[in-house]
């Protein structure tokens, strides 16, 4: 069976050192960006659901082990509807980035963010650094459709191969300029320290996109207006 390179989102392993501030007000980080470049295959991730005679569920996985299933599993399947975040390109956003597949283009704030000349991730089509530089964020475009419920664990499982306690902290239905996608946020401990991941994901037959956001633990509350901002600014055809 042909392998297939769904999403390449790799963390590299050598995160480069961040300078901290004395200043109390806050840390503030070296120019840097970390590079996504893992390759994932759909087959080793999915799973299937089976009846016994007895009318139980169990879940056969992909190593020939099964489990039954469980009744926060189902609750978990058919969680309660919330509401779907909408976001908008606003007027701020003074510059447009578009997109070499066709796809997709990017509007920014230009007095607030600079796009990085020199990327540090081969896939990243933009990557950007906050003027404070204590933020940071990088646009992937991969040219195959990924299950959209998939797409938040896919995030937090290439985390775990850097630091196995990242977790997944939240996953929100959404919508950017009338693309439907979610919201992903995740956490992950890089060379000792934690950092958020705030990201816009979606996918559809002509490819998936991630834009995602991040900076540390510690600085995340003050920065995730901005990160929304930016985010807003993903405009699709």
Request: aromatic share 14%.
């Amino acid at each position: 069976m042909a392998s297939f390179s769904i999403f390449r989102i790799e963390f590299k392993s050598s995160l480069r050192k961040l300078k901290f501030d004395p200043n109390p007000k806050g840390p503030t980080m070296k120019k840097t960006i970390l590079a996504f470049l893992f390759l994932i295959s759909i087959f080793s991730l999915y799973s299937e659901e089976a009846t016994t005679k007895s009318g139980k569920k169990v879940i056969l996985n992909s190593d020939f082990t099964w489990k039954y299933v469980t009744e926060n599993s189902e609750k978990n399947k058919n969680p309660k509807s919330n509401p779907v975040l909408v976001f908008t390109k606003s007027e701020e956003q003074d510059t447009e980035l578009k997109s070499e597949t066709g796809e997709f283009s990017l509007w920014f704030n230009s007095k607030k963010w600079n796009r990085s000349n020199q990327k540090s991730n081969k896939v990243s089509e933009f990557e950007f650094e906050n003027k404070k530089r204590t933020g940071y964020a990088m646009v992937i475009f991969e040219g195959l459709e990924i299950p959209i419920e998939s797409f938040p664990e896919l995030l937090v499982i290439n985390a775990r191969a850097i630091d196995p306690n990242a977790s997944l902290l939240e996953a929100v239905d959404c919508k950017i300029n009338g693309k439907a996608g979610k919201f992903v946020k995740y956490t992950a401990l890089f060379s000792g320290m934690k950092f958020i991941f705030y990201s816009f994901v979606s996918s559809s037959p002509k490819g998936s996109i991630q834009f995602t956001t991040y900076t540390l633990e510690n600085r995340f509350d003050l920065e995730k207006e901005e990160f929304e901002k930016l985010l807003s600014g993903l405009v699709f055809p």
